[in-house]
């Protein structure tokens, strides 16, 4: 690392985000350090109990102080179920906190008023349709929301059936390309699938990482540009 060289810290709860993300970084920050800090037993304690418990909470706001106290001028919070655990930690840091959705969020409601949205886990699907909701309510938008889980999907993800996983993807997003505007995937690990899906589906399909990143880039550049050396805060979506 030079001594001109930033770090940002992105904080995953899973092994699926990585990859997706680093690739993104690369070509939309290339002179930023990017440490990963990956616990993939968040994701699964929050499905097992069906949502963020106050364990998950705390480690997740460790991890957030962990990057702060690495010398990262930036965190990206790279999972939409604890999204709503970021927006609290917030106020908390010295350094801004980019969640990973909230461009997607703020792109759907700007393009559509129908919006169809995709998950393979219902403990990530909720959280997307609340920051989405609440996106629209801040941005004066009437809306009307179209959920969609693609049940089995992420289990057989797990356990290496990426064929079976696609084929739920799939199933799932064709049928709610009949009900809706504008997709969102709630899941980086979707993505695939849609691109693969080409014109089969009719409508728009938005995912987090391009737009996340970008979101994060210019974080970054107000960062650069500030003498304080400090952004403006990315707004609060906390219900």
Same mark, same amino acid.
Not at 125 to 136: F, G, N, S, W, Y
Not at 142 to 148: G, Y
């Given at each position: 690392?030079?001594?001109?060289? &930033?770090?940002?810290?992105?904080?995953?709860?899973?092994?699926?985000?990585?990859?997706?993300?680093?690739?993104?970084?690369?070509?939309?920050?290339?002179?930023?350090?990017?440490? !990963?800090?990956?616990?993939?037993?968040?994701?699964?304690?929050?499905?097992?109990?069906?949502?963020?418990?106050?364990?998950?909470?705390?480690?997740? !706001?460790?991890?957030?102080?962990?990057?702060?106290d690495m010398g990262a001028v930036a965190i990206l919070n790279a999972c939409s179920s604890v999204g709503e655990v970021a927006d609290a930690a917030m106020p908390t840091l010295d350094i801004p906190l980019? &969640?990973?959705?909230?461009a997607m969020a703020e792109e759907a %409601?700007?393009?559509a008023s129908r919006i169809g949205v995709?998950?393979? %886990?219902?403990?990530?699907?909720?959280?997307?349709?609340?920051?989405?909701? &609440?996106?629209a309510a801040q941005?004066? &938008?009437?809306?009307t929301v179209v959920r969609k889980l693609c049940a089995g999907a992420?289990?057989?993800l797990i356990a290496g059936d990426t064929a079976t996983h696609d084929a739920l993807v799939a199933s799932g997003l064709e049928e709610l390309a009949g009900?809706?505007?504008l997709i969102v995937l709630a899941q980086v690990s979707m993505g695939r699938v849609a691109d693969a899906l080409g014109e089969r589906i009719t409508v728009p399909v938005l995912t987090s990482p391009r737009l996340g990143m970008q979101r994060l880039a210019t974080v970054l550049d107000e960062l650069n540009a500030s003498p304080e050396g400090q952004a403006t805060p990315e707004p609060s979506t906390a219900l």
């Amino acid at each position: 690392m030079t001594q001109t060289q &930033k770090t940002v810290v992105i904080v995953h709860t899973g092994p699926v985000t990585v990859q997706p993300l680093v690739a993104q970084a690369a070509e939309l920050l290339p002179d930023v350090r990017i440490v !990963n800090l990956i616990d993939d037993s968040l994701l699964k304690d929050v499905m097992a109990a069906g949502g963020v418990t106050p364990a998950v909470t705390s480690r997740m !706001n460790q991890y957030y102080r962990i990057g702060q106290d690495m010398g990262a001028v930036a965190i990206l919070n790279a999972c939409s179920s604890v999204g709503e655990v970021a927006d609290a930690a917030m106020p908390t840091l010295d350094i801004p906190l980019v &969640k990973i959705d909230v461009a997607m969020a703020e792109e759907a %409601v700007s393009r559509a008023s129908r919006i169809g949205v995709a998950a393979t %886990v219902a403990t990530t699907l909720d959280p997307t349709v609340r920051l989405i909701e &609440k996106t629209a309510a801040q941005m004066g &938008k009437e809306i009307t929301v179209v959920r969609k889980l693609c049940a089995g999907a992420f289990d057989a993800l797990i356990a290496g059936d990426t064929a079976t996983h696609d084929a739920l993807v799939a199933s799932g997003l064709e049928e709610l390309a009949g009900e809706a505007d504008l997709i969102v995937l709630a899941q980086v690990s979707m993505g695939r699938v849609a691109d693969a899906l080409g014109e089969r589906i009719t409508v728009p399909v938005l995912t987090s990482p391009r737009l996340g990143m970008q979101r994060l880039a210019t974080v970054l550049d107000e960062l650069n540009a500030s003498p304080e050396g400090q952004a403006t805060p990315e707004p609060s979506t906390a219900l």
